[in-house]
């Protein structure tokens, strides 16, 4: 089993860029398909972005691709979420997640994936 931390969240003004990184540890990265979504306040969780195993292939929600960009770095078990330009509706709780080794394919379901981070805060000031 795979434990996900996150980490690189943050108060930041609207135009910066903020790099959220989920280290992985218990087993290697290499093995999941992985994603990152994100709870904004008062709403339900959000698919943001994912990956492949080898990082060849990745997918975005609408609302953030062009900004956002998700990669990885297989030998150091983590996984980044590169975001330009923050928008103050990019504030959110971040999360990263593994898909069961089992399955190859990518998800933009919630219920796609099995292993969680505890998540980070991103926060976006006008």
């Known amino acids: 089993q795979v434990q996900l931390v996150e980490s690189g969240g943050g108060l930041v003004q609207a135009g910066d860029s903020l790099r959220l990184s989920c280290a992985a540890s218990?087993?290697?990265?290499?093995?999941?398909?992985m994603g990152w979504f994100r709870r904004p306040p008062g709403k339900e969780r959000e698919f943001v972005a994912a990956i492949s195993r080898s990082g060849s292939t990745t997918v975005y929600s609408d609302s953030v691709k062009g900004r956002f960009t998700i990669f990885r770095d297989n030998a150091k078990n983590t996984v980044y979420l590169q975001i330009n330009n923050l928008k103050p509706e990019d504030t959110a709780v971040y999360y990263c997640?593994?898909?069961?080794?089992?399955?190859?394919?990518?998800?933009?379901?919630?219920?796609?994936?099995?292993?969680w981070g505890q998540g980070t805060q991103v926060t976006v000031s006008s």
């Open positions: 997640a593994a898909r069961d080794v089992y399955y190859g394919t990518i998800s933009r379901q919630i219920g796609g994936y099995d292993y």
């Open positions: 218990g087993r290697t990265l290499a093995s999941y398909v």
